[in-house]
């Protein structure tokens, strides 16, 4: 099973919006079956796909933080379709501890989430698991980060998107100093436009990306105002508008993830 933690520390960029795509287009067209987890507190990817759940009565990404829950992993799972199955979020997912598991206090946490990948991985049960981070690093980021293959840093081109990047690479790099096992990163470039100034920036933050050891997806994500509205219909892009723009660049995109990890094209 491949693990992607899609995180970055800015907030608004498409982290969600990431990977609601993902999920669907690896189950849509690759014929995946893949878990989604909801680390945000915000709950934005939860209510996507139930606008209505209760993260007080039912089972969540805190409960899986703090070992509740049924033995079975797959019991606690929410169904969303045949090949997809979601972790809802909480906003209790604010007031967990990040220093005490940095600091080793409370490693159980993030050994629950690794264990839980495990479990899921020896069990054959899925092909791929995505977690939806929030902005900054929170204790169910990291517990993410450090039990994934892979980061995917979403980026929209702005005055900030170099030093963003540079900085995130730094906080990375820091961790991996204090003897954690980051995964690499790889930027995908989001709400992109055919401007002079975005293309210069863009330049700017493929020649910064070498020097800070960070990779940059060839492919681009469009501007489109598509996104949001299929975000409120409640319908990724597939569905609700697969002609659009970032509709057809969030196929090109998977594919070049798809190829990234040495699968045959599809």
Request: net charge negative; with cysteine; charged share 25%.
């Amino acid at each position: 099973m491949r693990t992607i933690a899609i995180m970055n520390n800015k907030g608004g960029v498409g982290k969600t919006v990431t990977a609601i795509n993902l999920a669907d287009i690896l189950v849509r067209d690759y014929r995946q079956r893949v878990i989604l987890a909801d680390c945000d507190g915000q709950m934005n990817l939860t209510r996507f796909y139930v606008p209505d759940f209760d993260p007080e009565t039912e089972y969540t990404m805190v409960s899986l933080l703090e070992g509740d829950g049924e033995t079975l992993w797959s019991d606690n799972l929410l169904a969303v379709s045949k090949d997809l199955w979601l972790i809802p979020g909480s906003p209790e997912l604010y007031t967990e501890d990040l220093e005490a598991v940095i600091e080793g206090q409370d490693q159980a946490k993030t050994r629950r989430v690794a264990d839980f990948v495990s479990c899921v991985r020896e069990d054959a049960g899925a092909d791929f698991a995505i977690f939806d981070c929030p902005p900054g690093f929170t204790a169910a980021s990291l517990a993410a980060l450090l039990t994934s293959d892979e980061v995917v840093i979403p980026m929209e081109l702005d005055g900030f998107s170099v030093s963003g990047m540079v900085t995130m690479q730094q906080q990375l790099a820091l961790l991996r100093r204090s003897g954690l096992q980051v995964p690499r990163a790889s930027v995908l470039i989001n709400r992109w436009r055919a401007t002079e100034f975005v293309k210069e920036v863009e330049d700017q933050l493929r020649k910064m990306a070498e020097h800070v050891k960070i990779s940059v997806y060839k492919q681009v994500i469009r501007k489109s105002e598509k996104v949001p509205e299929s975000t409120v219909s409640g319908y990724p892009l597939a569905v609700y508008s697969p002609r659009s723009a970032a509709g057809v660049d969030f196929r090109r995109w998977v594919r070049e993830l798809w190829g990234g990890a040495g699968h045959e094209q599809v």
